[in-house]
């Protein structure tokens, strides 16, 4: 009588593991379409998702004010909040007309102004590479006549005209903010369906309001004594483009990390193509990079404080990411959104991971914590 085969035993590495389990990996697979879709709808709805965030981004920054006017009484009288909200969007609607054009004026001179030195770049950029002998300055300076800067110059040139347009659409997506902004608060309890949870959500709102305020204000303070400072160096050396250079120095700060690189570079290629002086040139970038290393790396810190806490890595990474999908509005945007972000993953446990990775001390203090702590500080008081 046989007797019947033995179960294969199943190896050590496969009894460790234990058995898959299926709904997981079905998980995973969900998680990554969904991503992969949501990825595509940013692409595909630039245009008008840059718009809503950049008018999400002034609507915050300008609610605390409209507050305080609502608060205000001239006499016995009031203010009431719709005037308030009503002059709010009217002077917003003007302050963005009025950069738009003034920006939009800026690129025209800086495209005309380039188009006269295109002849001029490639032997003024090919004279850079001198040092390393005739052979190397030939061959640089074959390589950069073969780029058709002109056209480039021209597609950027009607690319800067859709500035225009996402201007009026971010004025209407402000004023649409305003005029619901009066309900929020009930339907923020409404939607929750619980008066404490909307209160821990609208708790959450307010402190994204007011980091982003906080980088924003500071950001620009520095961005414009920076702007200006450069404006006084090109107009010192005589750079037909000194205006121009201040107001591109002031937008391009806005970009961390990157755009003080980018605004100093290209502070010393104007000079060097019109001056055509290595010293000259060379004391301008010198002094210009004094100049954004104080600002960026003294002033603004030090005006920061722990407003925001984030990992320098992780605003390296949502600045690729953000530049990679919106492009330069991206790039601009690329703080407030990663505030944000670590703000809600602080508060879910389940996303608390990704806070302690954007955090600057890998330790993200959540709004209610915050909140509880001040209150035990006033107590204690």
């Known amino acids: 009588m046989t007797r019947p085969p033995l179960p294969a035993r199943r190896s050590d590495p496969d009894r460790l593991r234990g058995p898959r389990d299926p709904h997981r990996i079905q998980d995973v697979a969900l998680i ?18 840059i718009s809503l965030v950049t008018a999400i981004v002034i609507f915050s920054l300008m609610s605390d004010a409209i507050n305080f006017i609502a608060r205000a009484r001239i006499g016995p009288l009031a203010i009431p909040n719709w005037l308030a909200s009503i002059a709010a969007v009217v002077a917003i609607a003007a302050a963005l007309l009025l ?9 025209n001179t800086v495209l005309i102004t380039t188009l006269s030195y295109v002849d001029r770049a490639p032997e ?29 110059i021209r597609a950027f040139a009607s690319q800067a005209g859709n500035l225009m347009q996402g201007t009026v659409l971010v004025i209407l997506f402000v004023g649409f903010l305003f005029a619901e902004r009066v309900w929020f608060s009930t339907k923020l309890v409404n939607f929750v369906g619980d008066p404490v949870q909307a209160d821990r959500v609208g708790r959450i709102i307010g402190s994204i309001i007011r980091r982003v305020n906080r980088y924003l204000a500071v950001k620009t303070l520095v961005s414009l004594m920076t702007g200006v400072m450069v404006w006084a160096l090109a ?36 000079a060097y193509v019109q001056l055509g002086d290595p010293r000259t040139t060379a004391a301008i970038f010198a002094i210009t990079g004094v100049i954004q290393f104080i600002n960026g790396n003294v002033l603004d810190p ?30 601009f945007l690329s703080v407030p959104i990663t505030v ?5 993953c602080s508060e879910i446990p389940a996303l608390r991971p990704i806070a302690i990775l954007l955090s600057r001390e890998g330790l993200p203090e959540p709004e209610t914590e915050r909140r509880e702590g001040e209150q035990r500080r006033e107590a204690a008081e």
């Open 32 to 49: 990554i379409i969904a991503f992969a879709v949501v990825l595509f709808l940013l692409v595909q709805a630039r245009f008008l998702l």
């Open 99 to 107: 950069l738009t054009s003034v920006v939009l004026a800026q690129v």
């Open 124 to 152: 003024a950029i090919a004279a850079l590479f001198s040092w390393a002998g005739e052979s190397t300055e030939a061959a640089v300076l074959n390589s950069v006549s073969t780029i058709e800067l002109g056209g480039y």
């Open 235 to 270: 107009g010192l050396f005589g750079l037909e483009l000194a205006v121009a250079l201040g107001i591109l120095t002031f937008l391009l700060n806005y970009i961390p990390n990157i755009g003080s690189i980018v605004a100093t570079a290209l502070v010393a290629l104007v």
């Open 302 to 331: 030090m005006m920061m404080g722990r407003a925001l806490r984030l990992s320098s890595f992780g605003i390296i990474i949502s600045l690729a990411f953000w530049g990679a999908v919106w492009g330069i509005p991206g790039m």
């Open 340 to 344: 944000a972000a670590m703000i809600v």
